[in-house]
């Protein structure tokens, strides 16, 4: 069974950084696309970054390109998302997931079959 935790969130400043991790298990997580997503009160569930399998190239919503850096550490089978300059509009509870398809490159198109519990993060003006 697949499980992914998230951890990481918190309350931060407008301005500030905070780091996200996803610990996952129960898939061969180097051979697995990962992703994470985020969901504000009030509105959908929309996807914020991907990774490639191999960590080889990313993929970023237009709002958090230049702000965020997704990386990923296949030994430790982790999954992480530095947030720089966080902004109010950032405010949401972020999941992190994994493709349903193995090698995939971590598009926003992918189909992500597991997703964690979720963790706040809270920005503040």
């Known amino acids: 069974q697949v499980q992914l935790v998230e951890s990481g969130g918190g309350l931060v400043q407008a301005g500030g950084s905070l780091r996200l991790s996803c610990a996952a298990s129960?898939?061969?997580?180097?051979?697995?696309?990962m992703a994470w997503f985020r969901q504000a009160p009030g509105k959908e569930r929309e996807f914020v970054a991907g990774i490639r399998w191999s960590g080889g190239s990313t993929n970023y919503e237009d709002s958090v390109k230049g702000r965020f850096i997704i990386s990923r550490d296949n030994a430790k089978n982790t999954v992480y998302l530095q947030m720089n300059s966080l902004k109010p509009d950032d405010t949401a509870v972020y999941y992190c997931a994994t493709d349903a398809l193995r090698w995939g490159n971590g598009g926003y198109k992918a189909r992500y079959d597991y997703y964690g519990q979720g963790t706040q993060v809270t920005v503040s003006s």
């Open positions: 129960g898939r061969t997580f180097g051979a697995y696309a």
